[in-house]
Nanobody, 118 residues
């Protein structure tokens, strides 16, 4: 079992930055990949990026590449999503989720709201 909890969302002006945190707990989570997804009202859930816990490999969606950075702090069991140059289109509820095999995530956090004003 893996538990995830996001924090760090809020309201920011366009062009600003936010850093989201995802605290991960549970047995053997070091073998998991931690994903970030987002979902805006009326839209489908969208993949943002991911980090493989054991070696730090990262992958990003084209929409955020060059603006968002995912990192992990092993000693804090935390994954970060640093979001720079935010745009109103980035407004959504952001979720972290863990998968063990590259497929659909097995575990999800509760989400944190990010709102970017124009």
């Amino acid at each position: 079992q893996v538990q995830l909890s996001e924090s760090g969302g809020g309201l920011v002006q366009a062009g600003g930055s936010l850093r989201l945190s995802c605290v991960v707990a549970g047995r053997t989570f070091s073998w998991y990949t931690i994903n970030w997804f987002r979902q805006a009202p009326g839209k489908e859930r969208e993949f943002v990026g991911k980090v493989r816990w054991n070696d730090g490999f990262t992958l990003y969606a084209e929409a955020v590449k060059g603006r968002f950075t995912i990192s992990r702090a092993n000693t804090k069991n935390t994954v970060y999503l640093q979001m720079n140059s935010l745009e109103p289109e980035d407004s959504a509820v952001y979720y972290c989720a863990a998968d063990s095999d590259g497929g659909d995530p097995d575990y999800w956090g509760q989400g944190t709201q990010v709102t970017v004003s124009s």
